[in-house]
């Protein structure tokens, strides 16, 4: 399920005026199926308990909606049959004016893809029962929502949450994707008008529904997985569907090729430009301009996307049934059997789900919240516990519903409720805050580690040895490089803003710190950026991840169990002389091995981008590099983007301090560009008057930034310039990597056929691709195929393999890409998100803006490009699958809207100290765990040559109903 806030004006009125025409003369008993197979798609129907206090129940449930209702309520505000006004009319706000009235909230209720295209292309009553079941899932979503969700707020300045009498809903179901693909959905157009307990009418708590929206979500799709089995008996599995995102659940039979066939949208575009290039050109005897082409495009891109185009649904199945059987060669009906075939088993009551399955469960949801978070919530934990019982199949919604519940109890009593002192009348239902005694302990491991000092001294020269060595650094890179290199703690922190010299700082502490007390290693995030500190640094330098796992995860496990086997045949008297010396040399070959993954006393271990890395790598590197011995500097910015699972720790350290800052930025050509990055770092408003005001904004429609921004980006690189070409989410990072694809087929760069990648987009030759993925088998001349390095396709090889080159150095050889790596972790290049573009320099960056950004995107795009720094800020939201976009805002809106919205974490320590400012301190577990891999031999490592110290100092949502 997906929601979009609908604000007053017309936008709601899409889905009435495209119900096909004599809906509303349907019987009721008439057949459905054949109903649907006649007509476009249906009237709306009205749902919700809410509905009973209008017009003395003279509109009830399922009654049908006409376009003059849904003016009534969701533009007017009034009651469809009395017209009397329910509570304060809405706010009217003119374009400019600031936030815009919420009407109500679309919650768009979708079957899995499986589930719609073995719906298109089943018999009659296949479809039909498909159709049943997701209304059945529909309305017992529904109903948790009425009972469990909606709220209203009472008081002053609204500081109560109260139940409601209902929902005011209206329904409308669809067949189609935009693309005319099997997109089996239901609209549900709720209300901004609730009655409270007292009788006055008046808005939702959208807070609280933005919360739940991934809980009802996965509601949604576990009740509809128990309904399709219970009624067909279908099976059910996961499938993969990339770093980062969750396992998609699809029916079994149901294949990636009839998935890939209708999944068509990019394709489409990228067709319909071809044949306008080719009829273009026949008609006016040359090849169109490359202005033509922008202008053919942005009309093309709406063409064929057609949100008003209304097909029968037989028409609709007599294409997919084509398409399917050009696809496969097999009978539709038979795919879809295929599908739906299956052992009907028997479903389980929520008794039958005993006590060691429920805790197995348990254990996999906080594993599940903890992961992705430091503070989680009980809608986290509903969310999470439908998530790891999906493979469970229920007997009834009651039962699927009691089962979560309980589950969601369980969990919270295993989590550390961090709340605990907020008055119940005045929390929100579901925002109850939890962490774990696990990740309480990690944040606490940095920050004893950042009051406690080595047990090493500082050579009684280093002062001024450091003086010597930093003269040529700014005043504030010498500041801060000192502040690390004479400090006694086993951990400090250095924050720099973007473009203030991390780099060049790095070098010269390295450099300094090797002169005075010890040698280097270098951590980054990704096997790019490790590879540039690397370089930087003179040093060693490898990834968080890879330090991990060699040293204490599974890569030192198996050498600890090989060393293991080598130590039983030396102790074995029935070896031979010779087995024992293998197997002696053996031992020490894995000895020195794990060596290579340990810290040494006095080194300095810099971890750059710290702000990207979790808290549990933090603390295990902490937890190493103490028991070495070693110092930990940590390098970032903690109001960029943060961590991707469980984090805010590294910012937790920067507001606590001592803190080494650089102020002074370096890279900006242009002195006032410095200066509104720094405001704008901030949340200072002022500083989006200075793009601005310096033309570095266009606005316009969606399609039009994008296409405004791609030609920009083209255009800068013909000129040699190296570009940066943005967004913040993938589907638009998609979209301009398919019309760039498509731009440079017409300009003849790159052929039109190809491979399908991991993005589902095509490659071919001259295509530049981005690999996802380490892979250190995969060898190059400056290391191996690294997650982020770019690439030109030179060949594309039978069986799905591609051969490439790269695109910093051409002439650097050519390399083999495997096709099992190519399907999995191949992209096309020509854009990237901005959480990747991290830590790179560019002379320009072009960056499409869309609402939903936080501002620690916008600050990262803005702060990329020496020369410029550029932004296309969609003015429409980015249209959902069947709804047009609805409200139009200007491009300060969005702006302002992306300032004041934040998605950096806050540390769970930081959290407790809120609610418990003067109370106790949090609790942590009786003994701190340890690295899990001893070494394999004592560590011999000689000690640094520095003198001896120096004597002078330094309540449950999901409840059953």
Known sequence: MSMHKLTVGDGYAYLPRHVAAGDADLSAGDSLTAYYEQTGNPAGRWLGKGLGALGNGHLPVGSLVTELAMTQVFRDGCDPVSRAPLGKPYRKTAPGEGRHAVAGYDLTFTAPKSVSVAWGLADESARATLYEAHRAALSTALRFVEHSVIRTRVGAAGCRQVKTHGIIAAAFDHWDSRAGDPNLHTHVVVANKVQGPDGAWRSVDGRTLHAAVVTVSELYDSLLADEVSRRIGASWSLRDRGERRNPAFELDGVGEDLLAEFSARSEQIHCAEQRWADEFTERRGRAPSRTETTRARQHLTRETRPPKVVRPLRDLLADWANRARKRTGLDPVDLAARALSGTYGRPLRATDVGPEVRSAIVAQVIDDVSTRRSVWSTWNLGAAALRSSLALRMASPEDRLELTNALVIQAGGACVRIDDDADPERRRVGEEMFTSTELLQAERTLLDAAETNLPIGIHPLADRIADRELRDL?????????AALLSRRSLDVLVGPAGSGKTTTLAALADTWRLTRGDVVGLAPSASAAATLSTALDARCETTAKWIYESTGDGAARRALRYQVEMAVLGDPASSLLDRRDANDRRHHLASDQDQWRFRRGQLVIVDEASMADTRTLAALIDQASAAEAKVLLVGDHLQRGAVDAGGAFGMLARRGPTAELRTLWRFSHPWEARATLDLRHGDAAALDAYIQHGRVSHGTHDDMLDDALSAATD????????????????????????????RIHTGTVRTTGITLSDGLTGGVGDRIVTRRNNRRLRTSDGFV??????????????????????????NGTLRLPAAYVAESVELGYATTTARSQGMTVDETHTVITAGMGREDLYVAVSRGRHLNRLYVATDRPDPDCLPSGEIVTVREVLDRILATTHAETSATETWATHHPDGPQPPLPATRPQPAIPPLRPQMTPRPLTPPPSPVPDGPVLERW
């Open 716 to 743: 800068a690189e013909a000129q040699g310039r190296t570009v940066l070409l943005a967004a913040a989410d993938r589907r638009t990072v998609n979209e301009l990597n398919a019309r760039t694809r498509a731009e």
């Open 474 to 482: 700014a005043d504030d890179q010498r500041d801060a490089t000192k």
């Open 786 to 811: 690294r997650n982020g390095d770019l690439w030109t396709i030179t060949e594309v090889l039978p069986g799905g393999g591609v051969c490439v080159q790269p695109v910093a150095d051409p002439t």
